[in-house]
């Protein structure tokens, strides 16, 4: 991929801060918007985007750690690292397809309202 230094520091020095920030904030913003419709109404198409991007770093992070991990003297904790990482993929995997199943049921439901309303 390319991204493994940035400005020589490693790249998943920064990149896993991103993955840290994004993952708790989309699982509580999905949390928040399928049991609150008025938050679901504010949020709107930012619900699945949010979870794409927390989807893609996810794997824009483990590729740079594995460069990271070829560099750094191997110990136990760091391949406890490794493996926690890719364990993480498939969670952020069902919060996007849970964030775009809750967002596609709201835009559906909210169209159903609409139509009935209708004469």
Do not use: K
Request: with cysteine; aromatic share 8%; proline share 6%.
């Amino acid at each position: 991929m390319g991204l493994d230094v940035i400005n020589n520091v490693p790249a998943h020095v920064l990149f896993v801060h991103v993955v840290v920030v994004l993952v708790p904030l989309t699982a509580l913003s999905l949390v928040l918007c399928a049991v609150l419709p008025s938050t679901m109404r504010r949020f709107g198409f930012a619900l699945p985007a949010l979870a794409l991007v927390t989807l893609i770093s996810v794997p824009l992070t483990t590729h740079a750690g594995e460069w990271l991990e070829s560099h750094v003297d191997s110990n136990a904790l760091v391949r406890r690292h490794a493996e926690l990482g890719d364990e993480l993929l498939p969670w952020t995997l069902a919060l996007f397809l849970i964030a775009t199943g809750v967002w596609w049921s709201y835009g559906r439901a909210t169209r159903l309202v609409l139509q009935r309303s209708m004469p």
